[in-house]
């Protein structure tokens, strides 16, 4: 028996608490270490990103308990406030930068680029910086400059943050200078850009980048007719969250990014019916953020409609946000294989 349910019908109301609660890093990350990285030998830059994340954590905490005194006139600390992994999808920087949050003293917050955002977007910017200035640690996975008011907006949280006394940790497939190039006039904001390239040093991961392997293959999509059993061979006993895509894109409009987490909390799969190119722009970077949250929880997806490497347009595909694209791709062709073939996510 599966017990069916609709995200399309849910509305989840998230308190402050539970948005903060909420920044830790996926199961899919819950236990790693730097111990159980397995840097490439073929790639030294691998081994010295954990040597250097290490040192890193190790200072994490270090001026706390230091009196107002020593704070106001000590000699100021030139070293910088954050460390930012530079690399290309699949070298392990996740990995990392969750081992070096496992590692470091609390409290601490982790979290992706866009779940900063989008807690700014719930709380507002001073009680953004009020409730992180507490914290010893930072980290921001997937770093992405994809607006103007994203640029302003990060550049002063970063900065505000470093002034606090609170650690940074990064990663991103971007150099902080370069962030922002293709998407808007970065040009325009080089000086927001700046500060908040500032605020880390570099730690280049090299590797095999997802832009030379190309895209998974997907898996042919279901019938319509044979949504149903696949649903209950596949999730008997569980519950499943089945809709229809047109309606699903439409509800999550409603429903704040923030929340998204919340949206499918307690959702062992999710079945979609007439799966459709997204045409608009904001409306795949919205789809976006739910494919990341489905993939966190590592919840498997039985579809009908077009395959998801066709979800985007090609224009999509190959514009400024690409890189978003290609793992949102990437990431749902896993949960439909987990869904649909039994192989494991990855």
Not at 112 to 134: H, P, W
Not at 154 to 164: F, I, N, Q, V, Y
Not at 178 to 189: E, H, Y
Not at 287 to 314: C, E, M, N, W
């Amino acid at each position: 028996m599966v017990q069916i349910e609709k995200l399309a019908t849910r509305t989840p109301a998230v308190s402050v608490d539970e948005l903060l609660k909420g920044f830790y890093p996926s199961p899919r990350f819950g236990k790693v270490s730097f111990a159980s990285y397995r840097p490439d030998p073929s790639q030294p830059s691998q081994a010295a990103a954990v040597h250097a994340l290490e040192a890193f954590a190790g200072g994490v905490g270090a001026g706390d308990g230091a009196g107002l005194f020593k704070r106001l006139f000590a000699k100021k600390d030139t070293t910088r406030a954050g460390i930012y992994l530079d690399g290309g999808f699949g070298v392990g920087k996740t990995h990392l930068l969750a081992s070096l949050w496992h590692s470091a003293p609390g409290p601490k917050a982790f979290g992706t680029f866009v779940e900063y955002t989008n807690l700014v977007g719930a709380l507002s910017f001073r009680k953004t910086v009020e409730a992180l200035s507490s914290y010893k640690l930072v980290c921001i996975d997937e770093f992405e400059l994809d607006d103007p008011g994203d640029t302003v907006l990060m550049s002063r949280l970063m900065r505000e943050l470093a002034d606090a006394g609170v650690k940074l940790a990064a990663t991103s497939n971007t150099l902080p200078g370069s962030l922002g190039d293709g998407r808007f006039a970065a040009v325009d904001f080089q000086r927001e850009i700046q500060v908040l390239a500032d605020q880390f040093d570099v730690i280049r991961i090299d590797g095999e980048d997802f832009r030379h392997r190309g895209l998974p293959a997907a898996p042919l999509p279901l019938r319509n007719s044979e949504l149903h059993a696949h649903m209950k061979a596949e999730f008997d006993g569980q519950t499943v969250a089945e809709d229809d895509f047109k309606t699903l894109i439409a509800h999550l409009a409603g429903v704040h990014p923030s929340r998204y987490r919340k949206l499918i909390d307690g959702v062992d799969g999710v079945v979609w019916r007439d799966v459709e190119t997204i045409t608009e722009q904001a409306v795949a970077l919205r789809f976006v953020v739910l494919a990341d949250r489905l993939y966190d929880k590592d919840v498997p997806i039985l579809a009908s409609g077009v395959p998801f490497d066709q979800l985007f347009t090609h224009e999509m595909m190959t514009g400024g946000y690409m890189k978003k694209y290609f793992r949102a791709v990437s990431r749902l062709t896993a949960l439909a294989r987990e869904g649909q073939n039994h192989e494991p996510a990855l």
